[in-house]
């Protein structure tokens, strides 16, 4: 028979697991103590903590970082962007595409772009810019990982076009794809085509899934400049 004094104590404990902080439920379980755990939990917290960056303290780190903030230009820079509506939106725009990035590599890449825009605001009248700002919001990491490996590639042998497929063969050889499936790389590809990083060639094959042939764009070159200003600022 169970007693209704024990019975009711363990009721009001798990009435009140709702109300406890992630914190206490840690100490009261001792989860540390279990293999993998706290690595894990670690793991989690820092991804979680990655996902809270904001586009304006990257912005700002990146522009002192260049010395494109100084102690004698801070006011003047404020008040540029503050009496610029169209900058405004466009940072406003840049917000909501940074916090739609499902990479912190994507969003580093948008705001050392947003820097540029700042320095040269006629970039806001450049289509480019749409076409920035709308690829670094719809693809991942591995997809910049791709795009960098295929990008590298085609200029390193001084390719003029290449079927998506066969670049998957050649650049497996030498980068660090070798457990990556043909799919996912030529998907990927496919992806960036879509949102403009590569050009796609008409007529030389049957376009299929897996088979359609591309070339490289100033949309391209415009990224890979940012990627190696990425790895000079954040690497």
Avoid: W
């Avoid at 795009?147 to 050649?170: G, H, P």
């Avoid at 007529?203 to 591309?214: A, P």
Wanted: net charge negative.
């Amino acid at each position: 028979m169970i007693d209704k004094k024990q019975s009711g104590l363990k009721s009001n404990q798990l009435s009140k697991i709702g109300s406890l902080s992630l914190s206490a439920v840690d100490t009261s379980l001792s989860i540390n103590g279990i293999p993998g755990i706290k690595d894990l939990s670690t793991s989690i917290r820092s991804l979680i903590d990655e996902r809270k960056i904001d586009l304006l303290d990257t912005l700002i780190f990146v522009m002192y970082s260049k010395g494109e903030i100084t102690t004698n230009n801070i006011e003047s820079l404020k008040k540029k962007i503050q009496d610029d509506d169209l900058l405004l939106n466009y940072l406003e725009r840049c917000q909501h595409a940074f916090n739609n990035s499902s990479g912190s590599l994507t969003r580093r890449i948008l705001a050392i772009y947003s820097g540029r825009v700042i320095n040269d605001v006629t970039l806001l009248n450049n289509y480019s810019s749409s076409v920035i700002i709308h690829t670094l919001s719809s693809i991942n990491d591995f997809d910049l990982i791709y795009f960098e490996l295929a990008y590298d590639y085609i200029i390193a042998k001084n390719l003029d076009c290449i079927d998506s497929l066969k670049l998957f063969k050649l650049i497996k050889e030498y980068s660090d794809v070798q457990n990556t499936q043909p799919l996912d790389f030529v998907s990927s590809v496919k992806k960036l085509t879509s949102l403009m990083l590569f050009e796609e060639l008409d007529g030389l094959v049957e376009n299929v899934d897996d088979h359609f042939v591309i070339y490289l764009n100033e949309y391209s070159h415009t990224l890979k400049e940012l990627i190696a200003e990425y790895k000079t600022l954040f690497q």
